[in-house]
Every structure is written in C-alpha cells, then in structure tokens.
C-alpha cells in the first residue's frame, strides 16, 4: 500500500511526459523486494493454497488480456511503445495478485488501505486547493485557466479521476473510524467533492453523479429486502448526502463568485452538446476508431499503433487538424483496447470488470457483516466510476490510477474469497509462474532506466532546438533512440529530430536517411512526409516530392507548409494553374514568412494573361499597375480566396472598381458595357 503515498508524488520537469515514466519505474522497483517477500514467506507452501485466491475469473480474465495484448506486439508496427504499454498492464497484474495472496487474511487490509488513500487524497486535494488559490491571485478565473489546476498529476481532468477514484475509501473512513482518521476521512471527502467541482471535468461529473446515485439505489434495494439495520438505512444517508450537497453547492457559489455561473452553465450544457470541441474530437475519433477496428477486427493493430493508424484517416474537422496536436488515444479505453488488441482484448477487458461485479453481488447477497456490505457498495461505487472514466478517457496508460484500479479490485477478491471455497492453484504452476513475474519486473525496470534517459535526451534535444544548436541536438538524439523508445510522448520519430538537425547544418544526405527512418516508424506523420518531399526534392526527384507532400496534404488538408511546398514543385513543372490551386487552401491570414512571395509569384501569370486578353488601354494600363504592388495583388488574391471567387473575377472587379470610384476614369454606364464584354471571366 505504500506506493499510494509515495508515487502519485513522483514528479521531474526534466522530462516531457514529468510522471509517466518516473512513476512507472517506481512501481516496479517497490513490486520486485514485494515479489521475493511472497516468495520467501510462502516457499513452504507444497499444497499451492496459498495462491488459492488468485484462482478466479477476475484473474483469469486479467491473464486473457495480457497475453492477447502480447501476441499483439509480434505484429505491432510500434514495438517500443506496445511492450511500454504492455508492461504497464502485467505491472498492475503484478500488483494485484501480490496484494490479494499478502493481506487475504489480514483482519485490517481494508481498514490501513482506507487510512493511507485518505491521507493521500487530502494531500493532492490541499495541492489542488493551493494552485487554485495561486490562481486567483495572478489572473482571472476561467474555464482555461482551471487547467492549471492537475497537482501532481500533469492534467486537470487526471486530477479529477484521482479524486474521484480515492473517493470511496475516504467515505469509508469518515463512516467507520473515530477521532483523528474519521476527521480525516471527512476532510479527504469534502476536498475531494470541491475540487472536482472546481476542475470542470464533465466526463468526471457524470462519473461521480453516475456513480454515487448507482451505489445509493443498489444499498436502499438490498437494505430494504434484508433490513439488517437498527436504523432505516435512509436515514442513514441522510449525513453522507448532506455533505455531498454542501461541498458542491459551495464549490459552484465560490467559482460563480470568482469567475461565473454561466461557465458552470455551460460546462453542464456541452455535456449533451455533440458540436462542443472535446466532445466533437472524440466522437470522431471514435468513428475513425471503429474503422481501424473493421480493417483487423480479430487481432487488431497490436499495442502502441492507434497514434500511428488514426492519422491514416484524416484531421479535417478536428483540433488536431491544426497540425501541433496529435492525439495519442481515443479517450475510451475500450475503444483503444478494441482497435489495439481487436475483439478478444475488448472482451477479456470487459470480462475483468464483469465479474468484478458479479462477485461485488454475491458477496452482497452472501454475507450478513455490516462492515463487508460497506467495503462493497463503495467498491461498487470505486468500480462505476473507473468504468465510466474509462469510457471518457484513458486511466489505463496512468500509472497512479493503475494503483488505484488495483485498490478496488482486491477487497473484492478478498471478500469473495471469504463467501467462496477455491481450489489450490498447482504448485508448479507457482514455481514456474513466480519467476516468470520476477522477469518482467527485471525487464520493466530496465525499459523504464532506457526511456528515463531517452526522454531526458529527447528535452535536451528540444532545448537545444529552440536555441539553434543543432549540432547538440543531433547528440542527444542519438542517445535518445533505441529499440525501447522511437517517438516521443507527441508520437514524433526521434529520427525525425535528428533528419531536422542534420537538414539545418546542410547534411542534406543524412537528413534524407533520417527522414526515411522517420517514415518506417511513422508512415502518417505529417512533418515527417512533409521533409521527406523536400529532400526528395532536393535531390532532384521533383515526382516523388510531390507524392509525399501530397501524403500529407490528404492527411491535414490545410497543412501550410505542405501545401506550399506543393504549389512551388508543381509550378517548377510546369503546372501553374495547378499549384496556384494548392496555395489558394492556405489560410490568407497565415504568419509564415514564405506565404506572400509564394502567392504574389504564383498569382502573375494570370494577371500577366488577364492583361493580354482585356482590349482596351485603360484596363491594360491599370492592371499592370496592379501587378506592380506586392501588397494590391496580394490583397486582391485575399478577397478572391475570402469571397470564393476565382483570382481572374476579383481582379477584374478590382480594376473596374479602380476607374470607376478612385480615379473617376470610367463611367458608371462605360463600366457596365466593360463587364457585360468581360463576362465570362467574371462568371
């Protein structure tokens, strides 16, 4: 139980994911002396009772899923990112089995792991308090700036799932303890309660309310059928449903003062709101998703390749359509799972918390102990809330809510094993299976040395990036790049970097070799098809340019230096009417230096055509004024780009406007006789 108060406290901004990877290296440095202790204590054991309790359909699902997910990583075209998540989950596999053989007899497991999530919970929330206050004092409040509110936990709704998760045994400890740690259970509930209000995580709102009212219905069902209490058990809810009451109903009063009503408002009405941002992306996603899924339906991509394939599909409609963001799930891990692992790692996933349930409901009707009745509806309550999250995100990559998924799955096997006789598991089995955890141990903490000092390289790298070292930049790429770890946390190649900073000392050979390896580990990037074309540019290869600039213009519609690059090849080759096309998809407000020279060259054989095919002087004369000014031409592509109009029309339009208003050389009637002879081209 420790790694709940010292892990989620892991943190180092030398790295750019500041917890994934240290705290993964810490849970499986704590699991390794856990290991040989179980070993140690039960070596004597020749009947294999000890290990009795891990013979059930929780584990047996729990081990489906690993090796589905295994075999996956022999086809995965992410091996370096598919065993990093692949061992993540034996970890928390790991984890679970030790706990439920180490404290299935013991009297107080619950009661300690209840004690120290408190603590922990109090902690994060007395965090979360601080930055907020933090925040108040530097800037006004607002939607956005609440994502700073994520304590130790990199992101604000991660912080919320935290809470929501610790919930259940903080409740447990404000109902069950005296004194000090029942002070402490209440405090632990009503931090929590307001600083989930305070995060405007709507997928955590609906999981928490989900939640609390699923459990409240399932104990008033079997508490009336039973009435095993002195009380009415109405009654007492009575206090736990006060304080839920208040603590929320404070929290929306205090952020409605600092900032106001109507975000809360709005938080609540895009929760239905499909057109909403968040929620847009991830119904898209999901689609996209499911059309990965029906390509491998069976088997799926293998670990680590949906940030690969969903690329494949396109950007257009998304935020990741801005070509900075690149989604690294689909915030569903049911539908990561599903695409990944196909349709067998989907059904062993819900097979972990199907019976998970099951056995919450045979404990509920078996027992008449009023203390494992509550260990139950809060597991019920822990076990709602995991699921539902998991359906608006990703709690599986995440290491603390591993711990925490693994919290509330063991009291249940505990309580299980009470009401349930199991059969001995094999000693053989255990001799041979108690090594094999031990390997996987050894191997994660040495994958997790490896992608520490790769993505400590990687940083490095970006830092020296920004200040223009490319030469230190090449270094710590190279020390970055192994067989454990190819992209980083954005899914950008690390050979890409080094492409980048070879381009950038004039190594154009090494650049094109990094490139291309950039291109094997990730086909659908859209830089890296982007520099790919430019060297092949370079190297004379005018075709093969195009094809991948192209690639990456199928992917990101409207991604600006790929459609620029494909304007100036195609008009090299010739086809001009063709790459002022490309150009003409570029945003006309764009910032890149490139942009209006591009257009301006671009935009002059027409204006230099439109000037051999108009007869009269007057019009010939003033567009080649035109045609003289950068900034008129420019502005004239704009308004035709703008209106949706061709650049010929506008041009016309602009010159007859020019005689007309500014210079009073044509009349209104001289004008009109002008665009009735011209208009074809302004049709």
């Given at each position: 139980?420790?790694?709940?108060?010292?892990?989620?406290?892991?943190?180092?901004?030398?790295?750019?994911?500041?917890?994934?990877?240290?705290?993964?290296?810490?849970?499986?440095?704590?699991?390794?002396?856990?290991?040989?202790?179980?070993?140690?204590?039960?070596?004597?054991?020749?009947?294999?009772?000890?290990?009795?309790?891990?013979?059930?359909?929780?584990?047996?699902?729990?081990?489906?899923?690993?090796?589905?997910?295994?075999?996956?990583?022999?086809?995965?075209?992410?091996?370096?990112?598919?065993?990093?998540?692949?061992?993540?989950?034996?970890?928390?596999?790991?984890?679970?089995?030790?706990?439920?053989?180490?404290?299935?007899?013991?009297?107080?497991?619950?009661?300690?792991?209840?004690?120290?999530?408190?603590?922990?919970?109090?902690?994060?929330?007395?965090?979360?308090?601080?930055?907020?206050?933090?925040?108040?004092?530097?800037?006004?409040?607002?939607?956005?700036?609440?994502?700073?509110?994520?304590?130790?936990?990199?992101?604000?709704?991660?912080?919320?799932?935290?809470?929501?998760?610790?919930?259940?045994?903080?409740?447990?400890?404000?109902?069950?303890?005296?004194?000090?740690?029942?002070?402490?259970?209440?405090?632990?509930?009503l931090l929590a309660l307001c600083n989930i209000t305070l995060s405007l995580s709507r997928g955590v709102w609906i999981a928490a309310t989900t939640a609390i009212v699923a459990t409240a219905i399932l104990a008033?069902?079997?508490?009336?059928?039973?009435?095993?209490?002195?009380?009415?058990?109405?009654?007492?809810?009575?206090?736990?449903?006060?304080?839920?009451?208040?603590?929320?109903?404070?929290?929306?009063?205090?952020?409605?003062?600092?900032?106001?009503?109507?975000?809360?408002?709005?938080?609540?009405?895009?929760?239905?709101?499909?057109?909403?941002?968040?929620?847009?992306?991830?119904?898209?996603?999901?689609?996209?998703?499911?059309?990965?899924?029906?390509?491998?339906?069976?088997?799926?991509?293998?670990?680590?390749?949906?940030?690969?394939?969903?690329?494949?599909?396109?950007?257009?409609?998304?935020?990741?359509?801005?070509?900075?963001?690149?989604?690294?799930?689909?915030?569903?891990?049911?539908?990561?799972?599903?695409?990944?692992?196909?349709?067998?790692?989907?059904?062993?996933?819900?097979?972990?918390?199907?019976?998970?349930?099951?056995?919450?409901?045979?404990?509920?009707?078996?027992?008449?102990?009023?203390?494992?009745?509550?260990?139950?509806?809060?597991?019920?309550?822990?076990?709602?809330?995991?699921?539902?999250?998991?359906?608006?995100?990703?709690?599986?990559?995440?290491?603390?809510?591993?711990?925490?998924?693994?919290?509330?799955?063991?009291?249940?096997?505990?309580?299980?094993?009470?009401?349930?006789?199991?059969?001995?598991?094999?000693?053989?089995?255990?001799?041979?299976?108690?090594?094999?955890?031990?390997?996987?141990?050894?191997?994660?903490?040495?994958?997790?040395?490896?992608?520490?000092?790769?993505?400590?390289?990687?940083?490095?790298?970006?830092?020296?990036?920004?200040?223009?070292?490319?030469?230190?930049?090449?270094?710590?790429?190279?020390?970055?790049?192994?067989?454990?770890?190819?992209?980083?946390?954005?899914?950008?190649?690390?050979?890409?970097?080094?492409?980048?900073?070879?381009?950038?000392?004039?190594?154009?050979?090494?650049?094109?070799?990094?490139?291309?390896?950039?291109?094997?580990?990730?086909?659908?990037?859209?830089?890296?098809?982007?520099?790919?074309?430019?060297?092949?540019?370079?190297?004379?290869?005018?075709?093969?340019?195009?094809?991948?600039?192209?690639?990456?213009?199928?992917?990101?519609?409207?991604?600006?230096?790929?459609?620029?690059?494909?304007?100036?090849?195609?008009?090299?080759?010739?086809?001009?009417?063709?790459?002022?096309?490309?150009?003409?998809?570029?945003?006309?407000?764009?910032?890149?230096?490139?942009?209006?020279?591009?257009?301006?060259?671009?935009?002059?054989?027409?204006?230099?055509?439109?000037?051999?095919?108009?007869?009269?002087?007057?019009?010939?004369?003033?567009?080649?004024?035109?045609?003289?000014?950068?900034?008129?031409?420019?502005?004239?592509?704009?308004?035709?780009?703008?209106?949706?109009?061709?650049?010929?029309?506008?041009?016309?339009?602009?010159?007859?406007?020019?005689?007309?208003?500014?210079?009073?050389?044509?009349?209104?009637?001289?004008?009109?006789?002008?665009?009735?002879?011209?208009?074809?081209?302004?049709?």
């Open positions: 139980m420790i790694p709940i108060l010292v892990i989620p406290f892991i943190y180092t901004e030398k790295l750019l994911d500041p917890v994934l990877i240290p705290r993964f290296l810490a849970l499986a440095i704590f699991l390794l002396p856990f290991l040989l202790l179980i070993i140690r204590r039960h070596s004597g054991d020749k009947s294999g009772q000890t290990f009795a309790i891990i013979n059930n359909a929780v584990f047996l699902s729990y081990s489906l899923l690993i090796i589905v997910s295994g075999i996956s990583l022999f086809y995965s075209t992410n091996f370096a990112d598919g065993l990093f998540e692949w061992l993540k989950l034996f970890l928390s596999f790991i984890f679970l089995l030790l706990l439920v053989v180490h404290f299935q007899n013991s009297e107080h497991f619950f009661t300690q792991l209840s004690k120290m999530v408190s603590v922990f919970s109090v902690a994060i929330s007395v965090i979360g308090i601080y930055q907020f206050v933090q925040l108040t004092g530097k800037s006004e409040l607002s939607h956005s700036a609440v994502y700073n509110i994520s304590a130790t936990f990199a992101h604000k709704n991660l912080f919320a799932q935290i809470l929501l998760f610790s919930l259940p045994f903080s409740i447990y400890a404000a109902l069950s303890f005296k004194s000090t740690f029942k002070m402490i259970g209440v405090l632990a509930v008033l069902v079997i508490e009336h059928k039973e009435s095993t209490s002195i009380l009415p058990f109405r009654v007492r809810l009575f206090w736990p449903a006060l304080i839920l009451v208040l603590a929320v109903s404070g929290s929306i009063l205090l952020y409605s003062y600092l900032d106001s009503f109507e975000t809360i408002q709005r938080q609540v009405y895009s929760i239905v709101d499909a057109e909403h941002t968040s929620t847009k992306d991830r119904l898209l996603l999901w689609n996209k998703s499911f059309q990965l899924f029906k390509e491998h339906p069976l088997a799926g991509h293998g670990l680590g390749t949906w940030k690969i394939e969903i690329l494949k599909l396109g950007t257009e409609g998304m935020r990741s359509s801005d070509n900075v963001t690149f989604f690294q799930r689909p915030h569903n891990d049911f539908v990561w799972i599903l695409t990944e692992a196909g349709i067998w790692g989907l059904l062993a996933f819900v097979a972990l918390f199907t019976m998970c349930f099951y056995y919450l409901g045979k404990v509920l009707r078996a027992t008449q102990n009023l203390n494992s009745k509550r260990i139950c509806y809060l597991m019920f309550m822990g076990l709602i809330s995991y699921v539902l999250c998991s359906s608006f995100s990703f709690p599986k990559e995440r290491i603390e809510h591993l711990i925490l998924l693994t919290f509330i799955i063991a009291p249940i096997i505990i309580e299980y094993n009470q009401i349930k006789t199991t059969k001995a598991v094999n000693p053989q089995l255990i001799t041979a299976g108690l090594p094999i955890l031990g390997l996987v141990l050894v191997l994660s903490i040495a994958v997790g040395i490896k992608r520490i000092n790769a993505e400590y390289h990687v940083s490095q790298a970006l830092q020296s990036r920004e200040k223009g070292d490319w030469n230190a930049m090449i270094e710590h790429c190279s020390l970055a790049e192994s067989a454990f770890y190819r992209m980083d946390p954005a899914s950008t190649p690390i050979s890409w970097y080094t492409g980048l900073a070879n381009y950038n000392v004039g190594k154009q050979e090494e650049a094109f070799l990094q490139f291309q390896n950039a291109y094997e580990i990730h086909p659908y990037h859209i830089h890296v098809l982007n520099n790919l074309g430019t060297s092949y540019e370079i190297l004379g290869n005018h075709q093969q340019a195009i094809n991948y600039y192209t690639k990456a213009v199928k992917i990101s519609p409207y991604f600006e230096e790929a459609l620029l690059n494909l304007s100036v090849v195609s008009y090299k080759q010739g086809n001009k009417d063709e790459a002022y096309e490309y150009i003409r998809k570029v945003d006309v407000k764009s910032t890149n230096p490139k942009f209006r020279s591009i257009v301006n060259i671009m935009i002059i054989p027409a204006t230099e055509q439109m000037i051999q095919t108009v007869e009269e002087q007057v019009l010939k004369m003033t567009i080649a004024r035109i045609l003289n000014s950068d900034e008129w031409m420019y502005d004239i592509h704009s308004k035709s780009v703008e209106n949706d109009r061709t650049f010929r029309k506008q041009l016309l339009m602009d010159t007859f406007h020019t005689l007309t208003t500014e210079d009073n050389i044509l009349t209104f009637n001289e004008a009109e006789r002008l665009r009735a002879k011209y208009g074809m081209i302004l049709l």
